[in-house]
């Protein structure tokens, strides 16, 4: 075991710590339902994953007092030893459906069946985790769309169901939005939940045991609250309306019209020469300017990434830009548009074989 003892790759200064995953991941179907101490650990590894830099050969590892100190009350000093050895088993066991997804965020039919782990283990008070390869481009050097969760709100989720449910509904979260509603087939959220075939004829028991304990969980985080309908077909079933209110402080409510106002104004701007002036600072547009009468960047270019950024910003699965300034600059310098993979577009014009690393051994 030598070779894991500094494979762990902790974020730094990362306060509060958050869990990301790309989209498909999100989306991802379980083989089988996880416990609840499983699925806190599985979210509490990828929260002191870097998910923006490679993992060093896909390894992380934990001391026992680590562990017992973050996971209160998942884990138990006292019975460390049996407890730890059956969450990790059932770990290693369990495997993935992942999904291509469409811009809607919907399953368009292609997927793969992975493993999450190729080893848990537990040596010398350490427990250490080597994810498999056809995992990795989801959880580290992610470079497609993703969602963030911060940790807290999952350690606030005592059941499968309601972790599940919850990221869900965060998969479907728009800027600016403070109420969203989206469908789901009956049998594809019981698939989604890892119990399909069950609750069959019985959708109250259901509602008692699935729908309504998610509810009751989720809205006690400090970001979501939700309701669901039930959509009949005939006399059945078919899907549930999911309700989705965001729930955000006033500082965010504010700066997120802030810049949906701005968004409108660059839209309605006459050419991009008024576009860049309401994005770029007066020294930045002065600069770009200057390189646009050198002939050193073309109006096609310039007009490109303005587009880029705009669909970036309006576009969940893409992280904030902390200063819209300085990166519109780059973007134009460095021609993001034509380089950059991490839009929509782009990621279903790759070849999602190739996309997702798929090993056929």
Same mark, same amino acid.
């Given at each position: 075991?030598?070779?894991?003892?500094?494979?762990?790759?902790?974020?730094?200064?990362?306060?509060?710590?958050?869990?990301?995953?790309?989209?498909?991941?999100?989306?991802?179907?379980?083989?089988?339902?996880?416990?609840?101490?499983?699925?806190?650990?599985?979210? +509490?590894?990828?929260?002191?994953?870097?998910?923006?830099?490679?993992?060093?050969?896909?390894?992380?590892?934990?001391?026992?007092?680590?562990?017992?100190?973050?996971?209160?009350?998942?884990?138990?000093?006292?019975?460390?030893?049996?407890?730890?050895?059956? @969450?990790?088993?059932?770990?290693?066991?369990?495997?993935?459906?992942?999904?291509?997804?469409? $811009?809607?965020?919907?399953?368009?039919?292609?997927?793969?069946?992975?493993?999450?782990?190729?080893?848990? &283990?537990? /040596?010398?008070? #350490?427990?250490?985790?080597?994810?498999?390869?056809?995992?990795?481009?989801?959880?580290?050097?992610?470079?497609?769309? +993703?969602?963030?969760?911060?940790?807290?709100?999952?350690?606030? *989720?005592?059941? +499968?169901?309601?972790?599940?449910?919850?990221?869900?509904?965060?998969?479907?979260? #728009?800027?600016?939005?403070?109420? =969203?509603?989206?469908?789901?087939?009956?049998?594809?959220?019981?698939?989604?939940?890892?119990?399909?075939?069950?609750?069959?004829? #019985? =959708?109250?028991?259901?509602?008692?045991?699935?729908?309504?304990?998610?509810?009751?969980?989720?809205?006690?985080?400090?970001?979501?609250?939700?309701?669901?309908?039930?959509?009949?077909?005939?006399?059945?079933?078919?899907? *549930?309306?999911?309700?989705?209110?965001?729930?955000?402080?006033?500082?965010?409510?504010?700066?997120?019209?802030?810049?949906?106002?701005?968004?409108?104004?660059?839209?309605?701007?006459?050419?991009?020469?008024?576009?860049?002036?309401?994005?770029?600072?007066?020294?930045?547009?002065?600069?770009?300017?200057?390189?646009?009468?050198?002939?050193?960047?073309?109006?096609?270019?310039?007009?490109?990434?303005?587009?880029?950024?705009?669909?970036?910003?309006?576009?969940?699965?893409?992280?904030?830009? /902390?200063?819209?300034? $300085?990166?519109?600059?780059?973007?134009?310098?460095?021609?993001?548009?034509?380089?950059?993979?991490?839009?929509?577009?782009?990621?279903?014009?790759?070849?999602? &074989?190739?996309? @997702? $690393?798929?090993?056929?051994?």
């Amino acid at each position: 075991m030598s070779k894991w003892a500094n494979s762990h790759l902790i974020k730094e200064d990362h306060n509060p710590l958050w869990v990301v995953k790309r989209n498909e991941l999100i989306r991802a179907k379980f083989d089988q339902k996880l416990g609840v101490e499983a699925f806190q650990i599985f979210s +509490f590894l990828l929260a002191h994953i870097n998910p923006y830099k490679p993992l060093p050969d896909n390894q992380i590892s934990f001391t026992r007092a680590e562990l017992c100190k973050a996971l209160k009350g998942v884990i138990d000093d006292s019975s460390f030893y049996k407890n730890t050895k059956k @969450i990790l088993v059932e770990l290693r066991k369990t495997g993935l459906t992942l999904e291509k997804l469409s $811009k809607s965020r919907e399953p368009t039919g292609e997927f793969i069946s992975i493993n999450i782990f190729e080893v848990a &283990a537990l /040596a010398s008070d #350490r427990v250490y985790f080597k994810f498999t390869n056809s995992i990795a481009p989801y959880i580290s050097s992610i470079d497609a769309l +993703f969602t963030k969760t911060e940790d807290k709100q999952i350690q606030k *989720i005592r059941s +499968f169901y309601g972790w599940r449910v919850y990221e869900l509904c965060k998969l479907y979260i #728009r800027p600016g939005k403070e109420y =969203f509603s989206f469908n789901i087939d009956l049998d594809e959220l019981k698939e989604y939940l890892a119990i399909a075939g069950k609750y069959n004829g #019985r =959708f109250d028991n259901f509602k008692k045991f699935v729908l309504e304990s998610s509810k009751q969980e989720i809205n006690k985080t400090d970001t979501l609250k939700i309701d669901y309908e039930p959509i009949k077909v005939g006399r059945k079933i078919a899907s *549930i309306n999911f309700h989705v209110w965001v729930k955000k402080s006033l500082k965010q409510i504010t700066e997120d019209n802030k810049l949906l106002e701005l968004i409108e104004k660059i839209k309605d701007a006459l050419n991009w020469r008024e576009q860049l002036e309401l994005m770029l600072t007066p020294h930045d547009f002065k600069q770009v300017i200057e390189l646009y009468d050198k002939s050193e960047v073309l109006p096609s270019q310039i007009e490109a990434n303005i587009s880029y950024i705009l669909d970036r910003i309006e576009d969940p699965g893409c992280p904030r830009i /902390a200063n819209l300034s $300085k990166y519109t600059k780059k973007a134009i310098v460095e021609n993001y548009a034509n380089h950059k993979k991490n839009t929509v577009d782009e990621l279903l014009d790759v070849s999602w &074989a190739n996309k @997702i $690393k798929f090993e056929l051994n």
